[in-house]
């Protein structure tokens, strides 16, 4: 029997994970379940797992919370730091599915306790990966990853030594075929439908830009040891080749699978065992063809704006992050365009200072920076966009 407390219980990769929890009663339990906002839905889940604790990262709604578990016997508590809290729980594994940076303090927690932990949150390890990484290299707790590219390469990774290179696939996003012109026209409904997955909004956005698969750059090198130069990306629209690793020797080896979460959730649940799910088979007579093509750097900058802040390294992949969180925010809310996202986070990047070291303190520090003059840049890209609109209309 495995303990399990997940982080961010209540979106989509902690429904996939829920999923095969319900379908493995004798292999998993629930130690604690935390959300962010959605209380209902989480003392839902609570219930229904018989979770010991419920925690609910925004305090306004903890008497919500507490009422709706009132006779549950369930534990209830709110606030950022009850999220550290519930990550210190004694467990097996810890799924960090929170989104975004927000995830960093609880999952970090976690690997100090040491206490191994399912990452999809690849936020945190942008922000923090050599701490992450050397926090769990010192407790020995491990980082199994879930982001199903990087499950792929872990699955398919023999010693560092032999490794020529890692080769993550990107799908394109739902822009692939699209000109700059039409993507500048591009709605957030347009921007979340995603061709071969089915995400959370943010990611969803950030699959749209590439940024996402910028970030996964980032967090391979973190998770691998590799050097930068070491890592590669091809668009691979089927999204059924996952990751590919090249050896010295002109060997690659690849991991496919359909394009379910509850894949690579499933492997990083049960390692180093397996267990079945219940995922359609890939059938690859039928499927035909792979195809596979570069990334364009024109189209989307922000796959490129994230390859230079992990040659950079330091804080400059936290400012990338933080400012691209505020960006998909206010493109989201509609205050913001599409090609906005990547400017505005280059005009942080560009606006801020290069060096900063990577303490938890730094990081945060870094973080809020960047936020601030993020909100700043997109303020004036907003006004910007309505005195075009007031002089076009
Ligand atoms: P989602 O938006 O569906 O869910 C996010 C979860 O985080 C929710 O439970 C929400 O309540 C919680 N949350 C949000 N803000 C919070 C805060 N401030 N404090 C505490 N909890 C908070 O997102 P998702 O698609 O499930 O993605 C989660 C993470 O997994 C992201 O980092 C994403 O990049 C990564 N990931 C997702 C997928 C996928 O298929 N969805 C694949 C690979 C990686
Ligand atoms: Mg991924």
């Known amino acids: 029997m495995k303990r399990l407390t997940i982080l961010g219980a209540t979106g989509s990769v902690g429904a996939s994970t829920l999923d095969l929890v319900a379908r493995n009663p004798d292999r998993f339990q629930i130690e604690a379940l ?3 906002r959605d209380w209902r839905k989480l003392a839902d889940l609570a219930r229904t797992t018989r979770a ?15 009422d709706a578990l009132a006779g549950s016997g369930i534990e209830v508590s709110a606030g950022p730091g009850a999220l550290v809290e519930a990550a210190r729980r004694p467990a097996d594994l810890v799924v960090a599915a929170i989104v975004g940076a927000a995830g960093l303090p609880p999952t970090l927690a976690a690997l100090e306790a040491g206490t191994s932990v399912a990452l999809a949150n690849k936020e945190a ?5 050599g701490l992450m990484t050397a926090t769990a290299r010192r407790t020995g707790a491990a980082i199994l990853p879930v982001d199903s590219e990087h499950n792929a390469i872990f699955q398919v990774l023999e010693a560092r030594e032999r490794v020529a290179r890692i080769i993550l696939t990107a799908s394109g996003g739902p822009f692939r075929m699209a000109s700059l012109a039409e993507m500048a026209a591009m709605t957030p409904a347009q921007a979340v439908k995603h061709p071969t997955w089915s995400m959370g909004a943010k990611i969803s956005v950030d699959s749209a830009t590439l940024m996402n698969k910028g970030l996964e750059l980032i967090e391979a090198f973190h998770l691998f040891g590799v050097r ?3 890592l590669g990306v091809l668009v691979h629209p089927q999204s059924l080749v996952h990751g590919l690793v090249e050896y010295i020797d002109g060997s690659v ?3 496919l699978g359909p394009a379910d979460m509850r894949v690579p959730i499933a492997h990083a649940l049960a390692w180093p065992e397996r267990i079945a799910t219940p995922v359609g088979r890939l059938d690859l007579a039928a499927i035909g063809r792979l195809d596979f093509e ?9 796959l490129a704006l994230a390859e230079s802040a992990l040659a950079a390294g330091q804080c400059r992949p936290c400012v990338l992050n933080a400012a691209n969180e505020v960006a998909v925010a206010a493109f989201l809310e509609g205050r913001i365009g599409f090609l906005d996202i990547a400017a505005v986070v280059a005009d942080t990047l560009d606006a801020l200072p290069a060096a900063c070291p990577e303490t938890l303190d730094d990081v945060a520090a870094a973080d809020g920076a960047a936020r601030v003059t993020t909100s700043q840049f997109v303020t004036q890209r907003a006004k910007r966009s309505i005195a075009a609109r007031r002089s076009t209309g």
């Open 253 to 255: 080896l690849a991991q």
């Open 294 to 302: 570069e990334a364009d750097r024109v189209r989307f900058p922000a």
């Open 228 to 230: 930068p130069d070491q």
């Open 34 to 36: 935390a959300a962010g």
């Open 125 to 129: 390890l942008v922000c923090a990966g």
């Open 52 to 66: 010991r604790a419920a925690v609910i990262a925004d305090p306004a709604f903890y008497a919500d919370l507490k």
